[in-house]
């Protein structure tokens, strides 16, 4: 993860990474007063969101204010936004006082690096500091939500399945915004 405030180190990211410049990073807060740093406003639908599903595997996505690169939204105004559950990444993200990017630990198009040994085969000297939480189990990603529209909408289901978000909005609301992809 990097900086999400320093242009430098997301350029470096991307360059890292290897990753297209047209695919969205997202980002990790330590809390709701440090999203509301960085975002236009929190919808309703988001905020009913948070409190079941964060800190957790449930990404939402937001209007981003300037303080966001348009690099991390690749020009659409949006950006993923989650509490992580691991507190290694929240003392992280709470320590540097901004949000962090958040991405797996892989070049893109490979698979996550699940172990120390493996990550160091990716990025050997590529990166200027790695912290090592010991060995990872395989994972289905979080689940990423948009809530920048009236429907609310499922863009990837992960590890919270969309009917259980769902349960907590209208029926109809439901039945029309589901685009899993």
């Known amino acids: 993860g990097v900086d ?3 242009e430098q180190a997301i350029k470096h990211l ?3 990474k290897r990753r297209d410049y047209g695919n969205p990073v997202a980002v990790v807060v330590a809390d709701r007063e440090m999203l509301a740093s960085i975002v236009q406003e929190i919808p309703e639908k988001a905020k009913i969101l948070m409190d079941v599903f964060w800190p957790g595997p449930l990404t939402i996505l937001f209007q981003t204010n300037k303080q966001i690169s348009r690099r991390l939204t690749t020009n659409t105004g949006k950006i993923g936004i989650r509490i992580s559950s691991h507190p290694g990444a929240n003392a992280l993200t709470r320590e540097l006082g901004r949000p962090l990017t958040t991405t797996s630990a892989n ?3 490979f698979p996550p690096s699940l172990t120390l040994r493996h990550l160091k085969s990716y990025f050997r000297d590529k990166v200027d500091l790695i912290v090592d939480s010991g ?3 395989p994972s289905r990603g979080s689940t990423v939500v948009d809530v920048t529209e009236e429907k609310l909408s499922v863009i990837r289901e992960g ?3 969309a009917e259980v978000i769902f349960r907590y909005f209208e029926e109809d609301e ?3 915004a589901q685009e899993i992809t």
Do not use: Q, R, W
């Open 4 to 6: 999400v405030t320093n």
């Open 14 to 16: 991307f360059d890292v």
């Open 107 to 109: 070049l893109s198009g």
């Open 135 to 137: 060995d990872l189990g």
């Open 159 to 161: 590890v919270i399945k």
């Open 174 to 176: 439901a039945e029309t």
